[in-house]
């Protein structure tokens, strides 16, 4: 009787969903404590914990995934130098995933079943677990298993090592409950970020209040109504959607005054940082993340990526997995995250190019930081039915293509205003045909829906081809000289 009051008072419509967010802030304190802990450690005190992490992890993977068991066993048992450890794949780990985890209650079968219902989206699953999905640009869909106390430190990272400025001293008043906030995102699948916040509402009901959600897949103009009308303290987004966002509040349809604004999922450009912060007028704090380990690093007030070391290892390699100096950009980059336990990531490949920047940056951190090579799509600027320009994200085209259409390896490239050319990773003639069928009515419904009927859509003959840079494949491309003549 005690407990359902508590959970009544609290907002909560069960006594489970009422503990679970008791136990949820719990964890996160004891992640803070951590986080403290270590900040305020010396140099070597620091080195320490890492290397106590890193072996609890080796050990706890090796006792308890069938995968790393046979993964490692040509390593000496007790050994505690991560390079004398095989990298690994997203392939290798998907291929495996049954033994790869570490709970046997988690079977990807019952998985794929659980993702495929949008209705699940931030239940937990089994009860204990958030379930995520990521495409990438691998073209094998990945899916990512959270346990509590990596979700706790996602949560301390965010509310303890972000740079708001002197406007918002303490991060944690943005998520009160005295503040509304808006994340504009894709919302349709089993993402990370619509997860992750999803979650937080629910495990949180006086939270849930003033945090609501908007989809990237509607037109621009009905979802600068909805910003109007609901008026955020906080926005996080993407940076082409901030961006886009920044060019509506200049030119006075958006009409919003937030306190801070928060962007991932994409590199964040000078250029753009500049026109945000002009629009909006308050700080923007920067984050590096994946799907596969979130919060990897954390943006200063100077522009640079701060890594998260005491959770995350991130190594840059060449093409043979050799260690790249600092200030050299990587081939890729594996990372070790030292907070998941029922799904161990260890040097994974993610595919990344960074380059480490081994200089003092002027904000006073010690922590080393990163630059994030070509890890963003071009936005669409295409001819709408009124005459005037219509921007499409990219992760709007991208998340369109892959969950409408089941395409999660390919390269669209606008060529002209109103002509667009899609290469697929098909090979053979009839599934490239089958596939292409599939895309173009799903890209033509999209575009429909923003004003955009006379485009022209058409079938490469190409295979997608990777940035010369990045190495990674960008998948929504705008050629330069269509980028010139706009």
Known sequence: MVIDSLARMFGAARPVDWWRGVDDMWRWGARVRDIWAYDAAGPAEQAAIRLRRTAALLEHARTHSAFFRAHYRYVAPGCTELASYPPVSRKQLMGSFDDWVTDPDIRLSDVLSFVSDPARIAEPYLGKYAIWTSSGTTGIPGIYVQDADALALYNALMSTRFEFGPEIPDPRQMFSGQSRMAFVAALDGHFAGVVSWERQRNLHPALAATARSFSILQPLPELVAQ????????????????????????????????????????????????????????????????????????????????????????????????????????????????????????????????????????????????????????????????????????????????????????????????????????????????????????????????????????????????????????????????????
């Open 227 to 486: 910003l109007n009308d609901w008026r955020p303290a906080f926005v996080a987004s993407y940076p082409t959607m901030l961006t886009l966002l920044a060019r509506e509040q200049a030119e006075g349809r958006l009409r919003i005054s937030p306190r801070a604004l928060w962007c991932g999922g994409e590199g964040l450009t000078s250029a753009d940082r500049q026109l945000i912060g002009e629009s909006f007028g308050c700080p923007i704090a920067e984050d590096y993340g994946a799907s596969e380990c979130m919060n990897m690093a954390f943006g200063c007030s100077h522009g640079r990526l701060h890594i998260n070391d005491d959770w995350v290892v991130i190594e840059p390699v060449d093409e043979n997995c050799r260690p790249v100096p600092p200030g050299e950009p990587s081939v890729t980059v594996l990372i070790t995250n030292l907070a998941n336990r029922v799904q161990p990531l260890i040097r994974y490949d993610l595919s990344d190019s960074v380059t480490i920047d081994a200089t003092p940056c002027a904000c006073g951190s010690g922590r080393p930081s990163l630059r994030v090579e070509g890890r963003r799509d071009d936005v669409l600027t295409l001819r709408g039915e009124a005459g005037g320009f219509v921007r499409i994200l990219p992760l709007a085209v991208e998340t369109v293509l892959e969950e409408q259409a089941g395409i999660y390896r390919f390269q669209l490239i606008q060529t002209g205003i109103g002509t667009i050319r899609l290469r697929l990773d098909s090979r053979a003639a009839r599934q490239r045909n089958s596939d292409f069928r599939k895309a173009e009515k799903a890209l033509r419904s999209f575009l429909k829906r923003h004003g955009c009927h006379a485009v022209s859509i058409a079938l490469d003959p190409e295979l997608p081809e990777k940035h010369p840079v990045s190495r990674k494949l960008r998948q929504v491309m705008v050629l330069s000289e269509v980028r010139a003549a706009l």
